[in-house]
Each structure stands twice: as structure tokens, then as C-alpha cells.
């Protein structure tokens, strides 16, 4: 039970690099999806785009929420956007500085996905197999509209009869193959840039506003944890009062059996402190609703 209290501890006094940890799994856990996924356009005109796209897009967003739910800021955030001003003020620039470095983690593990998915080139060849121009494609000249659109939605499955051995189909898997290939190493390489010119070019601007920005916010984070922690200790006093309490009038019975008891002396140094005279649960729930109203302002002189 000590080694999982010490694991868990390391994890919340490490947040930043559990996080980076975890987004790097994300990204991990995307691809090994990707690849283990059975992909099976449907090959009709009315439902490839729409699988296409969804494939493409919609387990990003399922990726991108879960990076939001395991970063645990994400709430602390959102409990300082929230909070009454009170004695202490708000400050904006954490509050934008603590959701930029949110999503940012956040992003990883989708932009990893999109980015293989176009590299791979299957969920663009389903989506827009029949969008393409089949004047561009020989295979097409004496066809009629509809059959055209028909040839054109069956070009991502290789295995269907009429398009086996076509030369036209394999043209267009070629053509929107390119496209995607080319797209997804474009999007890549402008979010390197990107990457590349946000760390090189943020030291040219006010770099105090942003030590303080990130101060603040790692303070915002390690109030919240040890406020957690003492809400914990605290409310183990508190229930343990409670029991002995209700426990009073068995005290013969508990020496019968041997439990050790504390005396009323020893019971009161410590705990008192840390219960500040509470005694029922209104008091506990009027100092939580005071701690969230009016937080004290950040001044111990």
C-alpha cells in the first residue's frame, strides 16, 4: 500500500512530465489503432465521403477529449476561469497560458492520427473516389452519369469484379493517393515550422510576462493538490472524531477487546489544530464555500 501511495505522490508532484508521458502514449496508442484497424469503405456513392471523413476525423476528436479528461489542469483551469474574484484576483494570462499548454498536449495524439491516415492515403481514396474528374481517366469515356459515379465509388475496394484488373481504377487509387501522401507531409512539415518558430521566436518577446504566467500557474496546481491533501487529512480527523463519538458508550466493550484507545489528552493536540474547533457538517460545508469565494489574496508579508 506505501509503494502505491509513493507512485501516486510522484504523480502529483510530477504532473508536467506525466502529462507529456501520457500524450506521448496517446500518440503511441493512435497509430497502433490506425494499424490495427480494419478499414472497409463501403463503396457506394452516398456513403464513402462520409465514412472517409469520419474515420479520418471523428477518433481525433475522441482523442483529443481524452487528452482533455486525463490532463488533470484541465479542471484546475476551468475551477480559476470559474472561481469568484474575491480577495484574490483573476489573472487572465495564467488562465490563457494554463489552456494553451492544455491543448496543446491535447493535440498531440489527434494531429498524430490525421497524419498517418493521410500518409496512408485509404480514408482520402474513400472519401473522394468519386470526386475526381474522370475525364482525366480513360477508362471512363463511354460510360454513362450514373454508371461513372457507380465505377467511380467502387475504385477503394480492390476486390469487387468489375474494378479487379481495371487500369483506371488503379489510375485514380494512384491519383487521390498522391494527393494525400503530398497533404500529409505538408501538414507535418508546417506544424515542424510552426513547432520550430514558436520556440525560437518567443524568447524575442516579453519573456518576464511569460516566467510569471507559467509561475502562477504551477502555483495554481500545487495549491490545488495540497488543498486536496488537507481536505483528505482533514476529513479523516473529522470522521475519526465522528466514530468515537458515536463509539462513546461502548468504551468498556473496546477495552474488553484490547483496542487502543488515545487518551483525552494526546486526542486533542494534534487534531484540534488541523479541525480549527469544527464540530458538524454545515460548519465544513461553510469553510469549503468560503475557501471557493474568497481565497486569500497571494500576500503573506
Excluded at 506521448?24 to 480494419?38: C, H, I, R
Excluded at 482523442?63 to 484574490?88: T, Y
Excluded at 497533404?183 to 524568447?203: D, K, N
Aim: glycine share 4%; proline share 4%; hydrophobic share 45%.
Amino acid at each position: 500500500m506505501d509503494r502505491f501511495r509513493m507512485i501516486f505522490q510522484y504523480f502529483q508532484s510530477n504532473s508536467e512530465s506525466v502529462m507529456n508521458g501520457i500524450c506521448g502514449l496517446l500518440a503511441l496508442a493512435s497509430v497502433k489503432m490506425y494499424t490495427s484497424f480494419d478499414f472497409s469503405c463501403p463503396c457506394l456513392p452516398l456513403y464513402n465521403m462520409a465514412y472517409g471523413l469520419g474515420i479520418m476525423f471523428i477518433p481525433p476528436i475522441i482523442l483529443f477529449l481524452c487528452g482533455l479528461i486525463l490532463n488533470r489542469q484541465s479542471l484546475v483551469m476551468l475551477e480559476e476561469w470559474r472561481r469568484p474574484a474575491g480577495p484574490r484576483k483573476k489573472d487572465l494570462a495564467v488562465i490563457r497560458y494554463m489552456c494553451s499548454s492544455i491543448v496543446q498536449r491535447a493535440m498531440v495524439a489527434p494531429v498524430v492520427w490525421i497524419v498517418v491516415t493521410l500518409l496512408d492515403g485509404k480514408c482520402l481514396i474513400c472519401a473522394f473516389s468519386g470526386s475526381v474528374d474522370p475525364e482525366k481517366f480513360v477508362g471512363f469515356a463511354n460510360v454513362s452519369t450514373a454508371q461513372v459515379q457507380q465505377l467511380l465509388a467502387k475504385v477503394p475496394c480492390k476486390d469487387d469484379e468489375l474494378m479487379r484488373n481495371s487500369t483506371s481504377r488503379k489510375a485514380v487509387s494512384r491519383y487521390l493517393r498522391c494527393w494525400s501522401q503530398a497533404l500529409g507531409w505538408s501538414v507535418l512539415l508546417i506544424l515542424i515550422i510552426a513547432a520550430f518558430l514558436a520556440r525560437w521566436l518567443r524568447p524575442c518577446f516579453n519573456q518576464a510576462t511569460l516566467l510569471q504566467a507559467r509561475h502562477w500557474s504551477n502555483y495554481i496546481d500545487i495549491e490545488q493538490k495540497i488543498f486536496e491533501e488537507t481536505c483528505c487529512e482533514h476529513s479523516r480527523l473529522f470522521a475519526h472524531k465522528c466514530i468515537l463519538h458515536f463509539f462513546e458508550s461502548m468504551q468498556q466493550e473496546i477495552k474488553l477487546h484490547s483496542f487502543i484507545l488515545p487518551r483525552e489528552g494526546e486526542e486533542a493536540e494534534g487534531e484540534e489544530d488541523l479541525l480549527r474547533g469544527i464540530t458538524d457538517q454545515d460548519q465544513v460545508n461553510k469553510l469549503l464555500k468560503t475557501w471557493y469565494c474568497e481565497k486569500p489574496p497571494l500576500d503573506v508579508s
